[in-house]
């Protein structure tokens, strides 16, 4: 991630916006004589900034702040250095009163551009769950000649899915039972008499790789189509 440079229009202007009345931290004449020798950055600045960084990394989904807990200012922040952040995921676990949510507990570490830690602190958050994402509207899927409509989400894909290929496979035990021969012999018959330029017909897992993919984020810039699963016997566009 990228760090942020302190200058000191962020250090007086935050200051002064707080209500904070501390000259050590926009008073460069008053600074010059303290210990530090030069203005030091509002500590309550550099919580924000390090909190701010660490959104895109362990918080973009956050509903609310439960709560910050030990806050630590190991070493001092100076107008000039470059504040970068890095945020790890300690626990996670149920919220009690919503279960659209769960409750995570992260660090938050805030350092310079020469390594040295400048802020810890542990916090809480609510977090959505994922949702379930759902499918493209407008799309087919073609199981070897037979188009199955996805019109309705997820849910309605995967079912729809189900209910074709539990058909296909039952006409195929039903015309092996018929036959006297085994469902893998019927299979191998039908993929001559259908003339499938692969040779074989499908397997379970075959179609059921298709629909993962369409239930999954890969699939997310997918949209309006048919995606034939049939061996090659559509013809190629």
Not at 138 to 165: H, I, K, W, Y
């Amino acid at each position: 991630m990228a760090g942020r440079t302190v200058t000191s229009t962020d250090n007086i202007w935050f200051t002064l916006l707080t209500q904070n009345t501390v000259p050590l931290h926009f008073d460069h004449h008053y600074a010059a004589q303290t210990p530090f020798g030069k203005p030091l950055v509002n500590s309550v600045f550099t919580l924000a900034l390090v909190t701010g960084q660490s959104i895109t990394d362990i918080s973009q989904n956050v509903m609310a702040n439960l709560a910050w807990d030990e806050v630590r200012l190991p070493n001092p922040v100076f107008e000039g250095d470059t504040i970068f952040s890095r945020g790890d995921v300690l626990e996670k676990r149920e919220s009690n009163s919503r279960p659209e949510v769960g409750i995570v507990s992260v660090r938050t570490t805030g350092f310079n551009q020469d390594g040295g830690d400048h802020l810890q602190a542990h916090g809480d958050g609510l977090q959505e769950r994922a949702r379930p994402k759902p499918a493209p509207s407008g799309m087919n899927l073609e199981l070897d000649g037979r188009v199955v409509p996805v019109t309705g989400g997820s849910d309605g894909l995967a079912r729809a899915t189900a209910s074709a290929l539990v058909a296909e496979g039952a006409q195929l035990v039903r015309r092996a039972q018929a036959a006297s021969i085994t469902v893998e012999e019927m299979c191998v018959r039908v993929a001559r008499s259908t003339d499938i330029p692969l040779g074989r017909v499908g397997r379970a897992l075959e179609f059921a790789d298709v629909v993962a993919f369409l239930l999954s984020l890969r699939s997310s810039y997918v949209t309006g189509t048919a995606i034939n699963v049939d061996g090659g016997r559509s013809p190629a566009v």
